[in-house]
């Protein structure tokens, strides 16, 4: 029937008809099977081709008609307010119909006894059929609406699981937004605090820290609007900023990188590192009076890619309790809401004193990004 196919969404239309063809068709053959078997138990056996022939002729017919109780189905539906009228509409319809059909298959019936030999009149045809098919024709009827309704239920439960999906992945948009709208002032604020520090104290250092901080800026506002970006950018975006903090320690900040060279177009998280160098350079490095250094490492590990980002400051204390901050929060929150449960944040003692961050994300290159990552929003 057409509502089957319209209900799993098929849209080839010639593929849908030949569906319905098939449907059918099986029926008819189905019942040829019984009425085949049925006639030699009953000691008037009837041949193969007989059986195919009136089968066939009854559920054809009832291909057709089913056309328009599909229609009136979906017109006169029992979920409208106005059920009552409907449910009395389509009693009326199915005794009409049952009529109906008799009438065509009379008329079927009346052409193939004119092919097999033995020509029969209307009423001949007709009559037999208003005794033994007129109620079977009415469960017929009340079958095909029921089945109408049915495939037209699920078509609009699917239908509101889509729009339902819709609106969860707009809601995820929204937050990533959000969190990422938080970030940029934060850095941007942090930023301006360090450079207020150094004016009275060296004004030609400062000046270049601004300096620093405006090409760092432009470069942001540049960048990719998506929330997803390859490695390698990333990095780009965190030595700029790192060019800011080294200006500011100048020898009291040393800073290694060992990225191994397949992760440079995995994709990450846009403004993912900067967040956690800050941190560690506030936390671990900035307290501390003697020299410090942070690492970051990469690598591609089971499918995994695996970042860390490491430090010899202070560390976590076992008699203090440590607190995220905005980058850190936010950090958490967006890699949760990119990637659900697909990944790993961590903070622990590193192995030589200060502080490890261990990110664990699905190894994924441009062309390739993760369901719903792709989300646009601020730089």
Not at 36 to 52: I, N
Not at 157 to 176: G, I, S, T, V
Not at 182 to 203: C, G, M, R, W, Y
Not at 296 to 314: A, F, I, M, T
Request: net charge positive.
């Amino acid at each position: 029937m057409p509502a089957v196919t319209r209900g799993v969404f098929i849209r080839n239309r010639p593929l849908r008809w030949a569906l319905v063809f098939l449907f059918w068709t099986l029926i008819g053959l189905s019942f040829a099977s019984q009425f085949y078997l049925a006639s030699y138990k009953a000691g008037r056996p009837v041949t193969w081709g007989q059986a195919v022939g009136w089968s066939l002729g009854d559920w054809y017919v009832w291909a057709v008609m089913s056309l328009p109780i599909v229609q009136l189905a979906r017109r006169f539906r029992f979920d409208d307010m106005k059920w009552g009228r409907n449910v009395a509409v389509h009693l009326a319809a199915s005794a009409i119909c049952s009529l109906g059909y008799m009438a065509l298959r009379a008329g079927v019936g009346q052409a193939q006894s004119r092919w097999g030999g033995t020509p029969v009149t209307f009423a001949e045809a007709f009559n037999p059929l208003l005794v033994k098919t007129f109620h079977f024709n009415l469960l017929i009827y009340w079958v095909i609406v029921s089945v109408s309704h049915a495939f037209d239920y699920y078509r609009q439960m699917q239908e509101r699981e889509l729009r339902a999906a819709e609106l969860e992945k707009r809601l995820a948009q929204a937050r990533l937004q959000t969190l990422q709208m938080q970030l940029n002032p934060h850095f941007l604020f942090n930023s301006l605090h360090a450079i207020s520090a150094l004016v009275h104290k060296d004004a030609d250092l400062a000046d270049q820290m601004i300096t620093r901080l405006g090409d760092l800026l432009r470069y942001a506002l540049e960048s990719t609007d998506a929330q997803e970006v390859p490695l390698r950018q990333e990095l780009d975006f965190l030595r700029r900023y790192l060019e800011i903090e080294q200006t500011r320690f100048g020898d009291r900040l040393a800073v290694r990188l060992e990225i191994a060279p397949e992760t440079l177009d995995a994709l990450v998280p846009n403004l993912l590192l900067q967040p956690l160098v800050e941190n560690a350079i506030r936390h671990g490095i900035e307290p501390r009076a003697k020299p410090g250094w942070i690492e970051l490492h990469s690598r591609c590990e089971n499918g995994q890619l695996k970042l860390e980002v490491r430090d010899n400051g202070v560390g976590l204390s076992p008699d203090r309790k440590f607190e995220e901050g905005v980058g850190l929060s936010n950090t958490r929150a967006r890699l949760k809401q990119l990637y659900g449960d697909r990944h790993r944040f961590a903070l622990s003692e590193g192995p030589d004193g200060g502080l490890a961050v261990c990110l664990e994300l699905p190894f994924h290159a441009e062309g390739n990004r993760i369901k719903g990552a792709s989300v646009a929003g601020p730089s």
